[in-house]
């Protein structure tokens, strides 16, 4: 089993930054890739970024694209999304994520964390 805390959420202003940090913790020898997902009300759980655990390679969803960055601190099993120029589009619930290849669905990833809301006013 692998623990994953998020954390860094918050209420911004459109246009301002925020950085979510998401703890691994347990069996994080397994852990092959750590991605991030957002939801809100009513809708499904979107793709936001993945990044392989030891390759660090990334993806991104095309709605973050150039705006968010995620990193990984593979020594202190850590996971980072750097949000910036935020909208109030973003405003969701975000979910980080870890799982054995860089898929963008959340059916790919076998363990999750408990989320943390961010949310954008204008």
């Known amino acids: 089993q692998v623990q994953l805390v998020e954390s860094g959420g918050g209420s911004v202003q459109t246009g301002d930054s925020l950085r979510l940090s998401c703890a691994a913790s347990?069996?994080?020898?397994?852990?092959?890739?750590m991605a991030w997902f957002r939801q809100t009300p009513g809708k499904e759980r979107e793709f936001v970024a993945t990044i392989g655990w030891p390759t660090g390679i990334t993806k991104y969803g095309a709605s973050v694209l150039g705006r968010f960055t995620i990193s990984r601190d593979y020594t202190k099993n850590m996971g980072y999304l750097q949000m910036n120029s935020l909208k109030s589009e973003d405003t969701a619930v975000y979910y980080c994520a870890a799982g054995s290849g860089l898929g963008m669905l959340p059916t790919e990833y076998d363990f999750w964390g408990q989320g943390t809301q961010v949310t954008v006013s204008s």
């Open positions: 347990g069996r994080t020898w397994n852990v092959q890739a």
